[in-house]
């Protein structure tokens, strides 16, 4: 691993001071790429403006029609946090708007695969819908928009992934990805682009004096969704989405938020008066995710949707304990995935270039989080396979990969693709991650064919693990009030949470809970605690080491402590 300290532009650095940023802050805005303190306002007037989303206004359009002639809509939402978030968005916010019925199908991992499928369109046309809208998927529904026409469905689709050569042939697309399309902030997850329809909607039925501005309904309220579908699709936080993210923590913060977000605190244990965007990435979202890894995305929509505290408590305690069965399934299955990619090559050497796992006993709904513990693990772009549960595609493998800075997965894919035709039944997904099917006989095939790619594409260089850190912590802000002042801010993809790195040294070190390294440090002449989770092997006597601030309680006092993200040793 290789410890490198971002740039900070110095004259950045001392606008922002100079603008009363304190001036830590002040110095990691700038190396983040913030020069001046009106990019730090996240007031909701500073939003991208709703008409610069192409699609958009015509959206708005045919659902003000739709609800002035009470016509029937459902969401064909997606099985993931995103799509949850999305689908949950938009049901309330279209009541809220004064649409009478609204419903939504989400399609089962295993069963149906992923988006709007030509027999999801048939199941919305029986369910009596006049209009269908996707959230979260949609833009590659080719077929499924096609035989939604023939069936006479209105299809709007709202989606944030990239689009294939065709688009579907649909009344309205709303996606920032799309050709053509203005808005700013490409990095919007699916959550956000359902939100912005709903700003754009509300607009339009002011215009035609269903609301005024006094007696329209508050869309905020629907904020701390759309913050945790934004933060648990781990999209770059650009500064719009920051803006949507800050947002939904105020109100969170506050203590206006949904019964079952409040509900996902209580058994994740955390609390909402101090969340954290890494509440929203590592406690809630994974409770919701589960429910559609392992059993079915129903369950995350209802207590997204429920007002009922009791039924929230309820969904939440079933979400959590689906939640302990994925994170066990998922640990069986990364120890597998790590047993069968190390009897591909001699300890002694470097790993290949990329990685490629399969086992008949894998889980299908797991194999995207191991792909990625893999890939966190070796440094390397990895593919992890499961045999397809579905009804008679039991020949076939569902395979998900994650990827490293410097290997576009899905252009990966596509060039495997075009080598190999017949491969990849079907592929999609973005440059860090992405998903495929192909038929089992054709796992070798698959298997030399990317790592060809990866051969072609990668260097020493970009296989070399590296760790962007703020370089030293000046000691006057090693205390836990500023621990609270980092945690109080926006931080994720694209926009990393703050990490230091220093050469310190080591007092004394022992394992806790036989895999984690307690340390205690010498900082800059002063004694701290350290921990170092997931590690067992011991550090020399002096390192350089990576870590975050953090402070724990004990007998009723706060102290710092470094948490270590790794070591250039």
């Known amino acids: 691993m290789k410890i490198v300290t971002r740039d900070i532009p110095p004259r950045a650095a001392w606008t922002l001071e100079q603008a009363g940023v304190h001036p830590l802050l002040a110095r990691l805005y700038a190396a ?42 459902c969401i064909v939402a997606d099985y993931d946090c995103d799509g949850a978030t999305a689908c949950a ?38 369910s009596g819908a006049d209009l269908l809208i996707t959230v979260d998927n949609g833009i590659a529904s080719v077929e499924g928009v096609r035989t939604a026409n023939e069936l006479g469905l209105q299809v709007l689709v709202t989606d944030h992934h990239l689009p294939g050569p065709a688009l579907p042939d649909a009344q309205v697309i709303v996606n920032p990805n799309q050709p053509g399309c ?17 700003l754009a909607l509300r607009a339009e039925l002011r215009q035609r004096g269903v609301f005024t501005a006094e007696t329209q309904p508050k869309l905020d309220a629907l904020l701390p969704i759309v913050a945790l579908g934004t933060v648990a699709d781990v999209v770059k936080l650009d500064p719009n989405n920051r803006r949507l993210v800050a947002q939904g923590l105020k109100r969170v913060r506050a203590g206006a938020l949904p019964p079952g977000l409040a509900a996902l605190f209580e058994v994740a244990a955390r609390k909402a008066a101090v969340a954290t965007t890494f509440d929203f990435g590592f406690a809630l979202g994974p409770r919701i995710n589960a429910a ?32 302990r ?44 989080i191991v792909a990625s513990r893999l890939k966190d693990k070796l440094h390397r772009p990895s593919f992890v396979f499961a045999a397809s549960q579905a009804p008679g595609k039991e020949h076939e493998l569902k395979g998900s990969g994650r990827s490293i800075p410097g290997f576009h997965l899905r252009d990966a894919l596509d060039l495997v693709a075009k080598r190999y035709p ?6 999609g997904g973005h440059a860090m991650a992405a998903g495929c099917t192909i038929a089992e006989e054709h796992f070798e095939v698959f298997e030399q064919g990317l790592a060809e790619v990866a051969q072609e594409w990668l260097d020493a260089a970009t296989l070399t693990r590296k760790l962007e850190t703020d370089g030293a912590l000046p000691v006057e802000y ?21 990490t230091f790195s220093e050469e310190v040294e080591v007092l004394s070190q022992r394992l806790v809970g036989e895999k984690h390294l307690a340390l205690k440090l010498r ?11 997931g590690r067992t092997e011991p550090l020399p006597p002096r390192v350089l080491l990576a870590f975050r601030l953090d402070a724990d309680e004990w007998q009723g006092t706060r102290r710092v402590r470094f948490l270590v993200e790794g070591a250039e040793v």
């Open 32 to 73: 983040r790429g913030v020069s001046s303190k009106e990019e730090l306002d996240d007031g909701l007037a500073r939003l991208l403006p709703p008409a610069t989303m192409k699609g958009v206004t015509e959206a708005a359009v045919l659902l003000a029609d739709a609800i002035a002639r009470d016509r029937k809509l």
């Open 292 to 323: 559609g890894r392992l059993a079915d995305m129903t369950l995350g929509i209802e207590l997204l949707l429920t007002d009922d505290p009791a039924r929230a408590a309820e969904l939440a305690r079933t979400l959590d304990g689906i939640n």
């Open 478 to 498: 090693r205390r836990a009030d500023m621990v609270d002042t980092l945690q109080r801010e926006v931080w994720g993809q694209g926009f990393a949470p703050p």
């Open 89 to 126: 968005v938009g049901i309330r916010g279209l009541r809220m708007l004064g649409a009478n019925h609204v419903s939504y199908l989400v399609p089962d991992r295993v069963v149906d695969g992923y988006g709007l499928t030509p027999p999801i369109a048939r199941r919305v046309k029986d």
């Open 422 to 427: 017949g491969v990849l039944l079907r592929f």
């Open 182 to 198: 203005d808005f700013e902030s490409k990095s919007i997850a699916g959550v956000g682009v359902m939100f912005y329809v709903l």
């Open 325 to 368: 069965e994925r994170r066990e399934i998922e640990g069986e299955m990364r120890e597998q995935a790590l047993e069968i990619v190390e009897s591909l090559y001699d300890p002694e050497d470097e790993p290949p270039p990329a990685l490629c796992v399969y086992d008949p006993d894998f889980h299908e709904g797991v194999v995207g």
């Open 523 to 533: 900082h800059q002449g002063q004694p701290v605690d350290g921990i170092w989770f």
